[in-house]
């Protein structure tokens, strides 16, 4: 991120905006020391690379802004997850209202959160917030933030005032407004000035500001003046900016809460029982109420451009979950599966609902014209989707299977590991197929692969074939949404990555092969442990073909990482 020079506003409506100095008659004297703090703290962190400014107004009281880039907090796949733009800033606004304007160690409280994503350009052109977008974790990162400075506010106050008595010290040397000017000039030139050079310019000149920029621009005097600088003012310190910088404490706190979404509640906060691959609500009814209700951990309008089919597919996996209306599947909306069934009814076609993204308008509004709770039922659909799911590109895919196919990941990091470590210890696994009913792929994708106890023709477990026609008998045929491009023959599969416990002809104990002593009257594997098996690639079947003769044991891909995904995301898949 580069420097800014100019100041980030977030002003309101016919907003009077004042700049305080220190030749100001507004207000007492702490007043214009906590500002010229806040301008110090501002200085600092657009020279650290971070775009930072703020505003003293007489009506809204003081606002202060930060952004910084998410590029080297998480990577695509967390951006993703979070539903975070890569090439927006995560900005910050704190607000406090106040008459006369006063900031943090005069105000109870740390006033208003707001937590958005914005461009480069709308920082540069000093937008106001109304103009930067909402994000997946924006509620979520406002309350948990909040929370934090209510708990932290007193020593924060502290650290402030104990630096505002360092400040008038350093008054006495050289009017602080001065030496303020010195180093917004320095940081717009590109020349290399500190704390102690800039009070002894200005200390140097009495204040003549054409002196200073002269001064500047001549490197062997400078280079005198650092020099004198070190020795006369070697008491006045550089503020302890890790100490004391509320901005510099919002944003390492934000980003270590972008780093680890994952791992909490996205409403309540309660840690889940293991990391997953998606920020999303724990078990608790109220969470999915109000995670589907605000629109959290996802950017909907930035899925739907980008993986369309993706989209399409899981909007036809939950309408055939909702007709199906089984007890198992729940649906936070207040009228359930029907509210769910009668919405998806009339959802648009998801290149119709791209278009409307492209050209700038309101993709609520257009499918809200459909149904009243079209839109926040859909992003419900792709915010809880805890899958990774990703295109394989054509030249990668499995030979003699279906076009549409898609690198799946639903074990989560955690589940992923201890794969890992039953591979190792049992020598290795092979690859089987598994075939589903389309209504129960919405379960699936959420919650991944679950073991049969019950109806089962040979026993509890997860049922597999090696040969993808076998599997083909398993996987009933519905339609997907009216709407859906993959029209009324979807069906779909996975390929599955299996702990090779035991043998063909032994059992492992969890692991059963066809023919082998426990599973001698079943033609297929059946897997009792969920831990043994996790799901590496995803098949939409759109036709009626009942014949695809490939064989899992022929079916090589690249490395997975623990994380569940291919090294490569799409992997180099080869026949």
Not at 31 to 46: A, D, F, G, K, P
């Amino acid at each position: 991120m580069s420097d800014d020079d100019d100041d980030y506003y977030c002003s309101g409506p016919d907003e009077e905006e004042i700049e305080y100095d220190d030749t100001s008659d507004v207000g007492a004297s702490d007043l214009i020391t906590e500002t010229s703090l806040l301008q110090l703290e501002v200085q600092y962190l657009r020279m650290k690379g971070f775009r930072a400014g703020h505003l003293v107004s007489e009506l809204y009281g003081v606002t202060t802004m930060v952004g910084f880039s998410v590029n080297d907090v998480c990577d695509e796949m967390q951006m993703r997850a979070a539903g975070l733009h890569k090439d927006l800033f995560v900005v910050i606004a704190l607000t406090f209202p106040s008459s006369p304007p006063q900031y943090l160690a005069k105000c109870p409280g740390p006033g208003k959160v707001t937590v958005r994503q914005s461009s480069d350009t709308c920082l540069e052109n000093k937008q106001t917030l109304t103009d930067a977008v909402e994000f997946g974790l924006w509620w979520t990162l406002e309350q948990r933030l909040t929370e934090h400075l209510q708990q932290h506010w007193d020593q924060l106050k502290q650290n402030c005032l104990d630096e505002m008595t360092r400040m008038q010290e350093r008054d006495s040397e050289a009017p602080w407004s001065q030496v303020m000017n010195v180093l917004n000039l320095a940081n717009e030139t590109g020349v290399q000035v500190d704390l102690r050079l800039a009070t002894l310019l200005v200390k140097r000149s009495a204040g003549r500001f054409d002196t200073i920029q002269e001064c500047l621009f001549d490197e062997e005097r400078m280079d005198k003046l650092r020099k004198q600088a070190a020795t006369e003012f070697m008491y006045m310190d550089e503020p302890d900016w890790p100490k004391f910088s509320l901005l510099l404490h919002v944003i390492k706190f934000l980003k270590q809460r972008i780093a680890r979404c994952t791992e909490k509640c996205i409403v309540c906060d309660k840690p889940h029982p293991l990391k997953l691959l998606k920020p999303v609500a724990c078990d608790s009814p109220l969470c999915n109420y109000q995670m589907a209700n605000l629109g959290l951990g996802v950017n909907l309008e930035n899925e739907i451009l980008r993986n369309p089919t993706v989209v399409d597919f899981l909007i036809s996996t939950t309408f055939a979950a909702a007709a199906a209306n089984n007890k198992y599947t729940r649906f936070p909306f207040e009228d359930g599966a029907e509210e769910v069934h009668a919405a998806l009814k009339l959802c648009p076609r998801v290149d119709d609902m791209s278009k409307i993204i492209e050209k700038g308008e309101s993709l609520k509004d257009f499918v809200e014209q459909k149904h009243k709770s079209l839109y926040k039922i859909i992003r419900w659909i792709i915010a809880s989707n805890t899958s990774h799911i990703s295109p394989i590109a054509k030249e990668h895919r499995i030979k003699d299977m279906p076009e549409h196919q898609f690198i799946l990941a639903s074990s989560t990091p955690a589940a992923e590991a201890r794969f890992q470590e039953l591979k190792e210890k049992n020598g290795g696994t092979f690859y089987a197929f598994h075939g589903s009913a389309l209504n129960s792929w919405h379960s699936i994708l959420r919650g991944g692969l679950k073991q049969l106890d019950h109806r089962t023709a040979y026993g509890p477990g997860i049922y597999m074939a090696t040969n993808a026609t076998t599997s083909l008998g398993y996987m009933t045929t519905a339609a997907g949404f009216p709407n859906s491009k993959l029209g009324a023959q979807l069906r779909i599969m996975a390929l599955c990555e299996v702990i090779a416990e035991g043998s063909s002809t032994q059992c492992g104990g969890r692991v059963h092969r066809p023919k082998c002593e426990c599973n001698k009257q079943s033609p297929h594997i059946r897997v009792e442990s969920e831990e043994c098996v996790v799901t590496r690639v995803l098949f939409l079947f759109t036709d009626s073909c009942c014949t695809y003769n490939v064989d899992a044991k022929n079916i090589k891909l690249a490395t997975i990482d623990r994380s569940g995904r291919s090294r490569s995301e799409a992997a180099n898949i080869l026949a």
